[in-house]
């Protein structure tokens, strides 16, 4: 339960933008776990949407990070945070998010679709993947997810839409502690 605490708490106080977009951090997050929802998705996946970026309110700047071309591994260090705390369905896909975005990049219409902080970003990641890169990641078990969730992420950075609140997601978070 504290650890639910917290998680709303952060998503309340922390009023960073989303690296260089118009939306916060915890409206870019609640965003994406909106579109899981609007796609009819498994509650495992809404909840990975919550929290895929959970890693950025770990880390202390992201933005500076970024200015210092650094990658800071979000999604890693959120990963190592809340694997004590939430089940591996919630997390896979929240480790995977980032490789999912180099996987989609190799497509140009996706590449094309993508924000110019997003192109940054996925420059410091690695850029796209290579040809065995891809079959390795395909053949993981969490595959799907991962480019489900990565693809509301992209989506997630409008200014125009009636947020919901970090609130009406606690008995969500809450069901999936282990």
Avoid: W
Avoid at 64 to 78: A, M, P, R, S, T
Avoid at 127 to 134: I, M, T, V
Avoid at 143 to 159: M, Q
Wanted: charged share 30%; proline share 2%; hydrophobic share 35%.
């Amino acid at each position: 339960m504290q650890i639910v605490d917290k998680i709303i708490s952060n998503f309340i106080n922390n009023k960073s933008l989303y690296i260089g977009e118009k939306v916060t951090m915890s409206e870019h997050m609640i965003q994406t776990a909106m579109l899981a929802e609007k796609a009819k998705c498994s509650d495992d996946l809404i909840c990975s949407s919550l929290l895929h970026d959970y890693g950025h309110f770990i880390l202390e700047n992201p933005d500076e990070l970024v200015k210092l071309n650094v990658d800071g591994q979000h999604e890693n260090i959120g990963y190592e945070y809340l694997k004590n705390f939430f089940k591996k369905e919630i997390l896979e896909p929240i480790k995977y998010h980032v490789l999912a975005k180099r996987y989609l990049a190799n497509d140009k219409k996706y590449f094309d679709l993508l924000s110019e902080a997003s192109k940054t970003s996925l420059k410091l990641q690695g850029g796209a993947l290579n040809s065995k890169e891809c079959n390795k990641f395909e053949a993981q078990k969490y595959f799907k997810p991962s480019i489900l969730l990565r693809k509301f992420d992209e989506a997630a950075k409008r200014t125009d839409l009636q947020m919901k609140s970090i609130h009406d997601y606690k008995k969500l978070l809450m069901s999936k502690l282990i």
